[in-house]
C-alpha cells in the first residue's frame, strides 16, 4: 500500500513535452501514480510518450493545436480516466483559465489556485502587492504609464537609464531601456506596441533600469493547509537574451542578505496563499535587493535547488495538490553543497546560438559521482524544429562551488553529442573562465564574454584527459539541419518565434543587448542588408545624411519584436533603399553606408 492510496487522483495527465514531461512521469512511477503523456505529431518518437503508462496524440506540431489546446487536452484527460493534470513550465503552466478549465472538469490542477496565479500575473499588480507588504521594488511607478508627460516625470524623478516594462510582459519581451529624455516617447510606443502584439496589453511602467544587477531568484514552496517556505536561492544571472544558460543554488550572497531575500520572498506567497512550487524573481545589486515577478510554475532550474537540500519539487507539487501538508519544513532547507545546472541547446554558440534541431547521431551523456542528466532525448532520436531546442540539463553537485564548478567541466568533457550542434563547448569555456570561477556575475557577465575562441575550441586542456575520450562535435561531424532560408520554430521563455536562417555565413559577433547589427554584404562593405524577414517600421535616417558607427539606421519589425538597425561603420548614406512599411527579407539591402 503505498501513501497515495487515500489520495483524490492515482492517475495524472502531463500536459507538457520533453524533459519536464519526463521529469514528471519519474516522480509520478516514484509515487505509484499512473502516468497520461499527451504529444503532438511533431512529438510521436519523443521519449516522454515511451515513458508514460499511456499515450495519446492531441494535434499538428504548432503548439497552438496541440500542447496549447485546453479542450483537446481535458478531452484526453477525460477519456483516460485522469484525476489531475500537471502542466510542467511553457505552454499553459502559468495559464489561469487553464487552470479554472481543469478544475470545472472536475481535475486536480498540480499548482496554484487560479486566484494565486491571477494575483501576481501582471507586473504592475505584482509590484502593488511587495510594496504593500514591504518588500523592496525598484524605483519607479507602480501604475499605467498613461502619456510621455507623465512618463518623463517619473522618469526625471527616478532618473536615466529606465525601463519601460509590459505589465503582461515576462522573459524581457516588451522591455525598452532608455538613457535620455529624446528616446522617451519612441521606446513608450514601442514597449506598448509589444506589450500588445505579443500579450493583448498594452499597459506598461516604468523602473529605473539597473544597469549590471545580479539575477536571483527564491524557490518557494507552500501548501493548501496555509505552510508557505522559502526553500533557497538560485543565481540565474547567465544568460543571453533573456533565455538562461547557466543556473546555481544556492545563489553566491553574503548569508544576512540571502536571508533577507528569502523572507521576502516568503511574505509575497504566504500573502497570496501559495501551493505548490513558485519563485520570486529579483535583481541584487551590491547588498540591495529588487523584487521583479513571480512565477506561478515549477521552473527549468528547480533541480539545482533539489540537488542542495535532497528535497523532490515535483512530488512536492503532487503531494501538495492532493491536499497534503508541505513535506518538509524551513530547517528541511538548509543548502548542503552547491550545486549547478548547464541548460544544454542544439544552438551553435559560435553562430549567435543559432538553434540547430536535428537528428542525434550520438548522444552519451556523462555520469559519475554528483551527476545528474535531466532530458528528453536519446541517440537517433530527431529534435524537431517546432519546439526549443534543449538537448539536456546538465547538474552537478559538489561540496562546494569549485568542486561543482569542476566537476561541471569534466562532465562537458565527457558529454558525447554529434549531429547537431550544441552548447557544451560554450559552457565549457564559461565553467573555466576566471570571472565566472569567483563567483557572483551580473546580467552582463556574457556579452562581455568574448567567444570567438569556440571557434577551434578543445575543451581537453587538462594533459591528464584521456585523449580517446570522444569530446563535443566537432565541426566536421556536425550535421547542419537548418540551411540559408529554411525556418524553424523556437521556444524563448514560453514564447514562440518563427526563426529564419539569413545566411550560411552570418556575422560572428555576438550583438549587444538586443541591438539587432545589420549583416553587412561581404562583397559590398558598407552595404547594410536586413538579418531577418520583417516590415520596416521607421526609418530613422535620410540619404546623404552622416552617421557615426553604431547610429540607428531604422527599425525593422519581425514577429512582433522591434529591431534596430544600426550603421555597421561611420559614413554618409549613399543609398536608402527601402521606406517604411516595406517587407524585406534576410539579405535584403536597406541602405548603403558610402
Ligand atoms: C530589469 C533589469 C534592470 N533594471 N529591470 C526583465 C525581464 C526579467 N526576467 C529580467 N529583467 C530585467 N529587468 C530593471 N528595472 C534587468 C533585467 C534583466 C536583464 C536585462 C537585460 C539583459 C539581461 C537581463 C537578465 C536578467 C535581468
Known sequence: MNETASWPFHKVLIANRGEIAVRVIQACRELGLVTVAVYSEAD??????????????????????????????????????AGAVHPGYGFLAENALFARTCIEAGLVFVGPTPESMAAVGGKIAARALAERLGVPVVPGATAALESVEQAATVAARV???????????????????????????GALESARREGAAY????????????????????????????????????????????????????????????????????????D????????????????????????????????????????????MQ?????????????EDCVPFGHAIECRINAEDPTARFRPGPGLLRRYRPPTGPGVRVDSGVYQGYTIPSSYDSMIAKLITWGRDRDEARRRMARALEQFDIAGVPSTVTFHHLVMTDEAF??????????????????????????????????????????????????????????????????????????????????????SAPGTVTSPMHG??????????????????????????????ITAPRAGSVASLDVAAGATVDAGTILATIG
Do not use: W
Open 199 to 270: 500579450f493583448a496589453d498594452p499597459t506598461v511602467f516604468m523602473e529605473r533600469y539597473l544597469t549590471a544587477p545580479r539575477h536571483i531568484e527564491v524557490q518557494v514552496a507552500g501548501d493548501t493547509h496555509g505552510a508557505v517556505v522559502a526553500v533557497g536561492t538560485r543565481d540565474c544571472s547567465v544568460q543571453r537574451n533573456h533565455q538562461k544558460l547557466i543556473e546555481e543554488a544556492p545563489a553566491p550572497l553574503a548569508p544576512a542578505l540571502a536571508r533577507r531575500i528569502m523572507a521576502a520572498a516568503e511574505r509575497l506567497a504566504a
Open 44 to 81: 510521436r518518437d519523443a521519449l516522454h510518450v515511451q515513458l508514460a503508462d499511456e499515450s495519446h496524440e492531441i494535434g499538428p506540431a504548432p503548439a497552438a493545436q496541440s500542447y496549447l489546446n485546453i479542450p483537446r487536452i481535458i478531452e484526453v484527460a477525460r477519456e483516460s480516466g
Open 318 to 330: 503532487l503531494r501538495v495538490a492532493a491536499g497534503e501538508p508541505l513535506p518538509f519544513t524551513r
Open 272 to 315: 497570496i496563499g501559495y501551493a505548490g512550487a513558485g519563485t520570486a524573481e529579483f535583481l541584487v545589486e551590491g547588498d540591495e535587493f529588487f523584487f521583479l515577478e513571480m512565477n506561478t510554475r515549477i521552473q527549468v532550474e528547480h533541480t539545482v535547488t533539489e540537488a542542495v537540500t535532497g528535497l523532490d519539487m515535483v512530488k
Open 437 to 522: 570561477a569567483a563567483g557572483g556575475v551580473p546580467t552582463t557577465y556574457l556579452a562581455g564574454l568574448d567567444l570567438s575562441e569556440l571557434e577551434s575550441y578543445d575543451m581537453a586542456t587538462d594533459s591528464a584527459a584521456t585523449p580517446t575520450t570522444p569530446t563535443a562535435p566537432t565541426s566536421g561531424e556536425t550535421l547542419q539541419t537548418a540551411g540559408p532560408g529554411e525556418t524553424f520554430v523556437v521556444d524563448v521563455n514560453d514564447k514562440r518565434f518563427t526563426v529564419r536562417v539569413a545566411s550560411a555565413r552570418r556575422s560572428r559577433r555576438a550583438s549587444r543587448g538586443d541591438r539587432q547589427d545589420a549583416t553587412t554584404d561581404g
Open 159 to 185: 532618473g536615466y537609464p529606465v525601463a519601460i516594462k509590459a505589465s503582461a510582459g515576462g522573459g524581457g519581451r516588451g522591455l525598452k531601456v532608455v538613457a535620455t529624455p529624446e528616446e522617451l516617447p
Open 535 to 564: 516590415v520596416v517600421l521607421r526609418v530613422a535616417v535620410a540619404a546623404g545624411q552622416e552617421v557615426a558607427a553604431g547610429d540607428l539606421l531604422m527599425t525593422v519589425e519581425a514577429m512582433k519584436m522591434e529591431n534596430e
